[in-house]
């Protein structure tokens, strides 16, 4: 959707929607009951233990002023330097700078400055909570488009987090028609929508590799497209606020990622998005969307040989099995073939020492844990996850905890 500049912050050039979107999070909504549209679904897949004990330390305001939907949180956090984007009142930093430790540290970072000073008022309240000798926790306002200007120094994350609140998708909706005409008409199973709703997708990509260490890792959830949109459904107001006409088409990911500089994409996992209005069904034709969970990482280019890992158990909440993404699923002890990409991520990033690594072809590989290569459609995975038993994370041949792909 065409944007108009409005307002400048340092040398990022603020848009109409920045704007609408700061005075509705600062100004209208005060608590999450304000939301006014259920445009998205939280997923079924229940929260890990660990992960929720952590969320109920957290302040009750903290929570109530929390917009967001779904939880995306990446693995093997201890120690780590943890970027959120679009952190708002600060729930998962303060959920975050649990998982991380006292040796970590975890910094939030929004646009609307309300949302800013609920967060910051609890700093000191959640570093006693959590028996810290000082807070972990910082907040800094700027933009996701702008890191660096912001004051956010580059080679300094371990991961970046896309925590986007997913009423920022109805709330462009609400300020570009100026009334409410339509709600529930698209259901996801948990987007943050954060390079979604940015007007320079490749420019929230190229910021959060300049502020990533070599081998650091983007983790985040957002909404793609079966194509490449056409004009009227990408200016269309609706569609745009809905989260669907700001959608990439998912092969573009690919590209902007490799332009970038990451590694390609791994899909971790994806669910379908639904459109239960006719006339948006009329407009978006025989386009489908998905939202789809992907991590891109920080590392060298180059290396093509495959290695066979064995997984310690050492990542805390998936001792027992590591789902990595969804063509590879690590069981303790069980020796894994993984393909060259897999294993310079592997290598280069914070799982170096989960694993142990050895040449490829050398000792007899478990039941489904050949080396899988090549993209994975997230749309095609939608439909293997679909086939599956209720409460199947994943599966199929894209998941070595499928008993079809020993057969």
Known sequence: MAEESSVRLGGFVDTTTHVDVKDYYGKVLKKSADLMSNACVTPAKSVPAFIRRALEKVHPEVTDRYYGCGLVVPECLEGCRVLDLGSGSGRDCYMLSQLVGETGHV???????????????YVDH?????????????????????????????????????????????????????????????????????????????????????????????????????????????????????????????????????????????????????VDNKELQDILGDFK?????????????????????????????????????????????????????????LTQSRFMDDFTFQPAGGRSVSCGALTKAGIVDPFELVLQLEKQSPGSATGGCCSTQSAACCK
């Open 107 to 121: 910094t939030g970072i929004d646009m609307t400055e309300d949302q800013l000073d609920v967060a910051r008022t």
């Open 126 to 274: 959640h570093a006693k909570e959590f028996g810290y000798k000082e807070s972990n926790v910082s907040f800094v306002q700027g933009y996701i488009e702008a890191l660096t200007e912001a004051g956010l120094e580059k080679n300094s994350f371990d991961i970046i987090m896309c925590e986007v609140n997913y009423s920022l998708c109805f709330i462009c909706f609400c300020f570009v028609t100026k009334e409410i005409k339509l709600k529930a008409l698209i259901f996801c199973h948990s987007s943050n929508c954060v390079v979604n709703l940015s007007p320079d997708k490749k420019r929230v990509l190229a910021e959060a590799y300049s502020v990533l260490k070599d081998g650091g890792e983007l983790y985040f959830s957002d909404v793609y497209s079966s194509g490449r949109l056409t004009e009227e459904i990408k200016n269309h107001k609706v569609l745009w606020g809905e989260c669907l006409g700001g959608a990439l088409w998912w092969k573009d990911l690919l590209q902007l990622a490799e332009e970038v500089g990451f590694s390609p994409p791994r899909l971790v996992t994806a669910s379908v998005i639904t």
């Open 289 to 345: 969307f998905v939202s789809a969970t992907y991590r891109l990482f920080k590392v060298p280019k180059g290396n093509t040989k495959p290695s066979q890992v064995i997984y310690n158990g050492s990542i805390t909440g998936v001792e027992d099995s590591f789902q990595f993404d969804c063509q590879y699923t690590f069981k303790v002890d069980n020796v894994v073939e993984v393909d060259g990409e897999v294993a310079t991520i």
